[in-house]
């Protein structure tokens, strides 16, 4: 995990990387940093603005 970041932050970070296709796989990344936290910072309104922002790197 990387520390310093709040997973929050890191999700924007990560769905600005073009590394994923999916909210799916974010959240999955997330989770194998050892963020216990995923679910209770990610919700609906921030899922759909990280989901355009993957699809905008996808573009």
Known sequence: MRMGHS???RA???ADS???QNI???RV???SEGR???DENLGLL???QLNKMIEARRA
């Open 46 to 48: 921030l899922v759909r």
């Open 29 to 31: 990344a997330l989770q």
């Open 24 to 26: 799916d796989e974010l």
């Open 7 to 9: 997973t929050l932050e």
């Open 12 to 14: 924007f970070e990560l």
């Open 18 to 20: 073009g590394t994923f």
């Open 36 to 38: 216990q936290d995923v």
